[in-house]
């Protein structure tokens, strides 16, 4: 079992995607365009940008959350995935295969993810190529060098009718992160655990690879309302930008 298919039927539940959210990529996303969600899950970012007139396609290595995604487009929104909208189980790594797109959005701290720096280079230049000119990548990661010093991570837990959710970060001696999730089900009365491995990204380390990829790094968010990045935040939104060289 994937650790994420414990929580895939209630993603959406734990995570609603906020109109806030949706309003900020669409003022750095100017309609028309076509995007790319990597690291989609149960694809409630992406539907919800295609009923605002984007043409998406989302990208995810879980088959059960990509599944879950499917069937919203097809029954619950009573859209056919199609070119407008598709989702695909694949490695965001590998978004070449699907074409070029205005933006590329890496929300929900999937980056570290990631196994290393070669893999995140690797997906960092995969995506400068499929960008078209002056293309916009979004990334969302959490604040990692507030959580590298202070070797912990206080989550909230969520709790309903239903079910609990819980979340605890172990930090590994070679550096990385043991993410644990238990989810209990109140409905069956069973408690669930498992912990996949994450691989921290501090600023200087991602600044550093925008740059030598080829972006111009166009500003650093504490949120969805544009309000600048600070040290003590719980998560940072980088912005981006595709440069293209002019001819001498």
Known sequence: MNVYDLIADHYSELFPVEAEKLDFIQHLCPLPGRLCDAGCATGDLALGLHQRGYDI?????????????EQKAAHTFGIRTSGELAFHRANIADILQFGTCNGVLCFGNTLPH?????????????VYQSLQGYGIFIVEVLNYDRILAEKKMNFKDKE?????????????????????????DKTHDTIDSDFTVLHPLQRQTLLTLFEQT???????????????????????????????????
Do not use: H
């Open 160 to 184: 309903t009718d239903a079910f609990i959710f819980k979340r605890r970060y172990d930090f590994l001696p070679d550096g990385n992160i043991k993410f644990t999730i238990e989810f209990t």
């Open 57 to 69: 396609y989302g990208l995810d290595l879980n088959a059960k959350m990509i599944g879950i995604a």
């Open 114 to 126: 990631l196994p290393d720096e070669a893999a995140l280079r690797r997906f960092f230049s995969s």
């Open 214 to 248: 080829g972006f111009q790094s166009a500003a650093a968010y504490s949120d969805y309302s544009f309000t600048e990045s600070r040290a003590e935040d719980y998560a940072v939104v980088y912005v981006e930008k595709k440069c293209i060289l002019k001819d001498a």
